[in-house]
């Protein structure tokens, strides 16, 4: 089981769901649902990479992911970023932290050193791992394994935005390994409905979607 909880300060969860739904990084239509790559219809499409673009924006998700790891990580000794909507956040996270960072790809290059990590991680390192979006919580733990793998130890896995999937729960906790996120589902609609951007009668269907993602639209 995961041995520690994070706490994210609601105001902060707040002011990041509302950046995300400004640009359009994290977009609601509960008439029109998206469908994803898998055929899975869903209410919700997110693309943090967005966040990149908007110097505000990404100032605000780094200077969050700093104040985390200062109060929960203090001993972190490298920021590791996921392939590929972790890696700038890392970037700068680590430049504010004035630690060294590397980045995990999704598979090892195929030519060369066929390096999983780029960038240099030593044995007992203790590591926070950046991501973008935690969805079932799959790719995130085959990053968190790379940096295991090599010696180092992840302290945790820490995103922008969490779907709040219990498949990701039940994954991080088999794992042992603590994560959080900036924000998440029930942060983003509770703002979409004070903005307007939902209405009332869409609420029940939406926050069902995220307990039970396959039965939505049917």
């Keep these: 089981m995961s041995s520690q909880t994070i706490t994210i300060n609601p105001q902060l969860s707040e002011r990041v769901a509302a950046a995300l739904l400004q640009i359009q990084a994290v977009a609601l239509r509960p008439q029109q649902p998206f469908t994803w790559t898998s055929g899975l219809k869903s209410p919700i499409y997110c693309d943090n990479r967005l966040t990149i673009s908007y110097p505000e924006i990404r100032e605000l998700i780094a200077e969050g992911f700093v104040s985390l790891i200062?109060?929960?990580?203090?001993?972190?000794?490298?920021?590791?970023?996921?392939?590929?909507?972790?890696?700038?956040?890392?970037?700068?996270?680590?430049?504010?932290?004035?630690?060294?960072?590397?980045?995990?790809?999704?598979?090892?290059?195929?030519?060369?050193?066929?390096n999983l990590i780029e960038g240099a991680i030593q044995p007992g390192q203790k590591t926070v791992v950046i991501e973008d979006l935690i969805s079932t919580g799959g790719s995130s733990l085959k990053v968190a394994q790379a940096v295991n793998d090599v010696g180092a130890k992840t302290l945790s896995v820490l995103g922008i935005f969490s779907y709040q999937f219990e498949k990701a729960t039940a994954a991080f906790n088999e794992a042992g390994v603590p994560f959080e996120t900036l924000t998440n589902y029930?942060?983003?609609?509770?703002?979409?409905?004070?903005?307007?951007?939902?209405?009332?009668?869409?609420?029940?269907?939406?926050?069902?979607?995220?307990?039970?993602?396959?039965?939505?639209?049917?």
């Design 70 to 114: 200062r109060e929960n990580f203090p001993d972190a000794e490298v920021i590791a970023g996921a392939a590929t909507g972790g890696i700038p956040h890392a970037a700068w996270v680590a430049q504010k932290l004035n630690l060294p960072m590397v980045y995990v790809r999704d598979k090892a290059k195929g030519h060369g050193k066929e």
């Design 186 to 218: 029930s942060v983003l609609l509770d703002v979409a409905l004070k903005q307007g951007s939902i209405q009332q009668q869409d609420l029940q269907a939406l926050q069902a979607w995220s307990v039970n993602p396959s039965e939505y639209g049917k």
